[in-house]
């Protein structure tokens, strides 16, 4: 089985594609990690990404695809895929990679949660983790991003009928037992 899982920023897409990759045996591939795990390795190309991922950018769409090439998207199970795809260019992109593989992808969680409440929980997260994105000027760039680039995707995959939509505003067990019901019944 392999899933993507989209929201918009704090809105837990990282915990609950652990849970799930726990849950499903499936290989969770963050790009979000390993643009960050690029950086922290000091190379020079890590170097070049770090103020565009500190500014609360996107990276170019070449670089995303040079880091998502690497990643293990034919393996086990199958993929919970969480940071990708952004834009529709990527969208596209990732269903011409998949095919050239034989894969496909299955079904796409939104985690939805109210612009106010995004904002919130972020600025919470940045106490705590000291992520050098999330402050409030950055954390409403990439809500804006996320507005402008990404919703379009999932109107894409709505398209395809794959979309479960699932209220990202309970505790996290709550949304985990919501999306588990409705894989569990939906994907044959
Ligand atoms: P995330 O942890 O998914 O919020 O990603 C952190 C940062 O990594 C984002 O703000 C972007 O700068 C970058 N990033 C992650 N995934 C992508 C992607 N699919 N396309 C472009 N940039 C990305």
Same mark, same amino acid.
């Given at each position: 089985?392999? /899933?993507?899982?989209?929201?918009?920023? !704090?809105?837990?897409?990282?915990?609950?594609? %652990?849970? /799930?990759?726990? =849950?499903?045996?499936?290989?969770?591939?963050?790009?979000?990690?390993?643009?960050?795990?690029?950086?922290?390795?000091?190379?020079?190309?890590?170097?070049?990404?770090?103020?565009?991922?500190?500014?609360?950018?996107?990276?170019?769409?070449?670089?995303?695809?040079? $880091?998502?090439? =690497?990643?293990?998207?034919?393996? !086990?199970?199958?993929?919970?895929?969480?940071?990708?795809?952004?834009?529709?260019?990527?969208?596209?992109?990732?269903?011409? #990679?998949?095919? %050239? #593989?034989?894969?496909?992808?299955?079904?796409?969680?939104?985690?939805?949660?109210?612009?106010?409440?995004?904002?919130?929980?972020?600025? %919470?997260?940045?106490?705590?983790?000291?992520?050098?994105?999330?402050?409030?000027?950055?954390?409403?760039?990439?809500?804006?991003?996320?507005?402008?680039?990404?919703?379009?995707? $999932?109107?894409?995959?709505?398209?395809?009928?794959?979309?479960?939509? #699932?209220?990202?505003?309970?505790? $996290?067990?709550?949304?985990? %037992?919501? $999306?588990?019901?409705?894989?569990?019944?939906?994907? =044959?």
């Amino acid at each position: 089985m392999n /899933l993507i899982i989209l929201g918009p920023q !704090g809105s837990g897409k990282g915990t609950q594609a %652990k849970l /799930l990759a726990e =849950k499903y045996g499936l290989t969770h591939i963050s790009t979000g990690d390993l643009l960050r795990q690029e950086i922290a390795s000091g190379s020079d190309f890590g170097q070049s990404l770090k103020e565009t991922l500190d500014r609360g950018e996107l990276v170019s769409d070449e670089v995303l695809f040079s $880091i998502l090439e =690497k990643a293990p998207l034919n393996t !086990g199970n199958g993929f919970i895929l969480d940071g990708t795809p952004r834009n529709l260019y990527q969208a596209e992109n990732l269903e011409k #990679i998949l095919q %050239k #593989i034989n894969l496909h992808v299955d079904k796409v969680i939104l985690l939805d949660l109210p612009y106010e409440e995004s904002i919130q929980r972020m600025l %919470k997260r940045a106490e705590i983790e000291h992520r050098a994105d999330d402050n409030l000027e950055t954390i409403k760039t990439r809500l804006a991003i996320y507005d402008q680039d990404t919703k379009p995707v $999932i109107d894409f995959y709505r398209q395809q009928g794959k979309v479960l939509e #699932i209220d990202g505003r309970p505790d $996290i067990d709550t949304i985990f %037992k919501d $999306i588990c019901n409705k894989l569990d019944s939906g994907v =044959k």
